[in-house]
C-alpha cells in the first residue's frame, strides 16, 4: 500500500516551454502533497505543500508564478514548470500524505528528472 | 523542526546489522522521528516513525533514548540493496506542520 506515482519520469525540452508534472496517489487519499527539488550531490529542499482544494503554501525564494501548484482532488497534485530554463534543470519529487491519522508518513513518487535545454 | 545530526557515512558488511544514529537534542515533545532512505536517482523510501517507544516493522527497528534526545536506526541484515543515504527527521507529522527537512543523511555503503 501508499503508492505515489510520478508521471513523467524524465522530460527534456527546450528553453522558454512548460512542463506538467503528474503526481498521483494510487491507493490512498492524500489530503495534504509536497513538492520538492533536488539538485546533483545536494539534498531534498521542499518547494511548496499543497492541500486538495485550496491554494498551496510556498516555501521562502520559491517563485509561486512559476511554479504553479494544482491540487484539484485528494489523488492528483500537478505541478507546471511555466517558461523553464536551464537553471530549472533539476530533479523534482512529489510526494503524499494519507489525511487519516495525526501522524502518517509521507510517501514519495520516484521522481522526474526535468532537463531544459 | 527540530536540527537533526547524523554521521556523513557509514560502512556495513552485508549480513550484518547496520546501526545508524542520529541526535535531535532539540526536540521537542510533539515531533516524531521519520527516518527514510534514498537509492540513487530514486525518490525517498519511508522506513519507520516514532514518538517515543521502540517501533519495528518489516525493514528495520527504531530505538529512541528515553531522554528522545537521539535515536537509531536498525537494519538487521544488512544487504547490498541496503545501500543509500538514510534520513533521519524530526517532525510534527500534522497538517500543515508535517512537512520534512531534509539534511545531508547519512550515506551507507554495505559491502560483501
Known amino acids: 500500500g501508499a503508492v505515489v506515482s510520478q508521471h513523467p519520469s524524465w522530460v527534456i525540452c527546450k528553453s522558454g516551454t512548460s512542463v506538467k508534472i503528474e503526481c498521483r496517489s494510487l491507493?490512498?487519499?492524500?489530503?495534504?502533497m509536497f513538492w520538492y527539488r533536488q539538485f546533483p550531490k545536494q539534498s531534498l529542499m521542499l518547494m511548496a505543500t499543497?492541500?486538495?482544494?485550496?491554494?498551496?503554501?510556498?516555501e521562502q525564494g520559491v517563485e509561486k508564478d512559476k511554479f504553479l501548484i494544482n491540487h484539484a482532488s485528494l489523488t492528483l497534485s500537478t505541478l507546471t514548470v511555466t517558461s523553464a530554463h536551464p537553471e530549472d534543470s533539476s530533479f523534482y519529487i512529489c510526494?503524499?500524505?494519507?489525511?487519516?491519522?495525526?501522524?502518517?508518513?509521507?510517501?514519495f513518487g520516484d521522481g522526474t528528472r526535468l532537463s531544459i535545454l | 523542526d527540530a536540527k537533526t545530526t547524523q554521521p556523513t557515512s557509514m560502512d556495513c558488511a552485508e549480513g550484518r546489522a547496520a546501526n545508524l544514529p542520529c541526535n535531535h537534542s532539540?526536540?521537542?515533545?510533539?515531533?516524531?522521528v521519520y527516518w527514510y532512505r534514498q537509492i540513487h536517482s530514486q525518490g525517498p523510501q519511508y522506513i519507520i516513525h516514532?514518538?517515543?517507544n521502540n517501533e519495528t516493522n518489516e525493514m528495520a527497528s527504531l530505538i529512541i533514548t528515553e531522554d528522545r534526545k537521539s535515536s537509531t536506526l536498525i537494519l538487521p541484515h544488512a544487504t547490498l540493496r541496503d545501500t543509500a543515504v538514510y534520513y533521519c527527521?524530526?517532525?510534527?507529522?500534522?497538517?500543515?506542520?508535517?512537512?520534512?527537512?531534509f539534511g545531508t543523511g547519512t550515506r551507507l555503503q554495505v559491502t560483501l
Open positions: 516514532g514518538l517515543k
Open positions: 491507493d490512498f487519499q492524500a489530503t495534504t
Open positions: 510526494s503524499a500524505r494519507s489525511f487519516q491519522g495525526s501522524n502518517q508518513p509521507q510517501h
Open positions: 499543497s492541500n486538495e482544494g485550496s491554494k498551496a503554501t510556498y
Open positions: 527527521i524530526a517532525s510534527r507529522g500534522t497538517g500543515t506542520a508535517s512537512k520534512l527537512t
Open positions: 532539540t526536540i521537542s515533545g510533539n515531533e516524531y
